[in-house]
Every structure is written in C-alpha cells, then in structure tokens.
C-alpha cells in the first residue's frame, strides 16, 4: 500500500488527523477529524514545530566510529535512509510545506549521519517496500518504528534506540483501562493487518477463549482515518497502535485517551525500537555506536523531549536484543 502525500491543511488539523501503526505495519494518510485540534503540542507539553525550519539537533562527527562504515558507504558519503510514511506524527511525517519530512525518525537518523559525517538521504515508500530496499541493498538502513523481532533478526542487523511501547485508546471517560487479555474480552478492537499488534491481539484472543471468555471483534481497515470514525462513531472501542501515536492524537483532539500501554514485544520481552539494516552488511556497528554517542553527549534526550517521547528512551544501544519472540 502506497503511502501518498497529502496537504496538511493546518498543522493542527493534521495533528488531530495523523495515525499510522509504524511499528509494524502501515496505512495511508488519514483524512478526518475526531475533534477540532486543542494545538500542537506533544503529551509531555512541548510545542511541536511543523515548519519546515526545523533547526535540528545536531552533533559533531566521531571520527572512530565513522571509521566503523563499510568503504562503499564512506566514499559514497551519504547514508541512504528509508522509512514508511504518512501524516503520522510525532513519528515521521510531512511538515506545513507537504514536502520537508520531520519526525522523532529523521531527528535521530539526522543525528546518526552527524556522527558517521554522512549526509542523509531520506526514502518514504510503502511499508513493505521498507525490507524489499533493504534486501536488495537499495537502502542501507531503516529507521521507521520498526519492532526488534526473532524472525526480522534472520533477515537484519538491530541497533536499538526507543522502546517499543503500544497504546490502547478509547474515547474519552469510558472508565475502562487495559491491563491485559481479559480486558479486551468481547469488546471490537482495531489494529492493522500483520502488525505485532495484531499478533498481540489474536495471543490475546486464543487465551481468552481456552479460559472460557469472550472473545474480541478484532476489526481492519484501509486507513488512521477510517479507524478513528469507527473509534467515534462507536463501531469499535479500541484502537490499538504505537503509543507515541496514539498518544499524540488523543492530546490533539481531547476526545480520545489512551486508557493502557503494553510492551511491544509482550509480557515476557520489552519491546525495543532498532535501526535496521541487512543483515552481516558491515553497518550495524556503526550505526550502533553512532546511537551510544549521541544517547551520551544527550542530544538523543534533547530529540526525545522536542517530540513528547521522554518515556520511551533507552540508557544505550544494543545490537540484536532478544525481540518478540516468533510464537
């Protein structure tokens, strides 16, 4: 699926309309409103830039890890990044011009070239075409909420650097909070189609039913702005996405609230967010070490506090952590 460009008519309105499920699947530009936007301003109460003067945060090149890129990338002096993308902020998404990309994503890919002293090269396409371009060696590396799985750790190298966390939101004042699987016996949930979340879901389902629950309406649609009219209309109760997401649009539109968080990977892993690169290339050292330095020197933390993501950051990077596990 294709993930079109769209004009963001106001940079509130395209706050209050932005959804994706970037952590492991995608879905094209949302079209509708819950509510008038309240603002742009991310949960943790920062103002949110959409211009596109974005005036990164930026760092000095390390010539020893620099020293860690494949020759071919070196010479070539620009990192190639791809990543899946839509009106999906604070993730990565288009700012006021429709045509600069700005995000936590391309901040911290920014980040990465500075270290390495590559320039970045930026590559939205459609969520599949992500791991066709990594695969081929089209793109060297993918940096778009992608989950840190056993099956993905055959294929590509992980260097983590966010947590992975999923957000469970519900309109407003329904009183229900979601702990784990019983929670959503019975209800209509959303998610996407081949997401961890809605490998989650369906664990969460077979249990419920082995224990003698109801089970969920899991539901699937074609686009974020399909999913929050059902959300209003109250065709579903739930939907379930990455938390930064959700909970960015619940404060834009101050209808709905995320009402549960659960870790991406499941109860026995915590999730964890990688830049991904094919597998045994050469780059995922660098890349690595590019992530601990800028976790140390604290322009990561300065990255993470701009777009609301504070409580999702990681104390250092890992190279191929135990991720969500294949059954």
């Known amino acids: 699926m294709s993930l079109p460009r769209r004009a963001l008519v106001t940079a509130a309105a395209a706050l209050a309309a932005a959804l994706t499920l970037a952590a492991c699947g995608s879905t094209t530009d949302a079209a509708a409103d819950l509510a008038p936007a309240k603002g742009s301003t991310a949960p943790n ?189 109250g065709r579903i109760d739930i939907y379930v996405g990455p938390n930064p997401v959700t909970a960015f649009h619940a404060v834009q539109t101050g209808e709905t609230e995320v009402i549960g968080t659960y870790s991406g990977a499941g109860a026995e892993v915590l999730g964890k967010i990688g830049a991904t690169t094919r597998k045994d290339n050469g780059l995922v050292r660098a890349l690595h070490g590019a992530i601990d330095e800028v976790i140390k020197n604290g322009t990561y933390g300065q990255v993470l506090k701009r777009w609301g993501l504070d409580a999702e950051a990681v104390q250092s990077s890992e190279v191929n952590p135990v991720g969500l596990p294949k059954t």
């Open 45 to 233: 109460g920062a103002t949110v830039n959409l211009s596109p003067q974005q005036n990164r945060v930026t760092t000095a090149k390390v010539d020893a890890i620099a020293a860690l890129v494949p020759e071919e990338i070196r010479k070539r002096g620009k990192l190639t990044v791809v990543d899946s993308l839509g009106t999906t902020p604070p993730l990565d998404f288009y700012a006021s011009d429709d045509k600069t990309i700005i995000g936590v994503e391309p901040d911290i890919a920014s980040l990465i070239g500075n270290v390495l002293g590559l320039d970045v090269e930026f590559n939205p396409v459609s969520w599949e075409n992500i791991f066709v371009g990594l695969d081929s060696g089209k793109y060297d590396v993918g940096l778009s909420n992608i989950t840190v799985t056993e099956a993905r750790k055959e294929k590509y190298d992980f260097a983590t650097y966010r947590l992975d966390i999923l957000g469970f939101e519900a309109k407003k004042g329904t009183g229900w909070k979601i702990t784990g699987p019983k929670d959503i016996a019975g209800r209509t949930v959303a998610v996407s189609s081949g997401t961890n979340q809605e490998k989650l879901l369906v664990a969460w389902n077979e249990e419920n039913v082995r224990n003698g629950l109801k089970p969920a309406d899991i539901k699937y649609f074609q686009s974020s702005s399909d999913y929050y009219l059902a959300l209003s209309s």
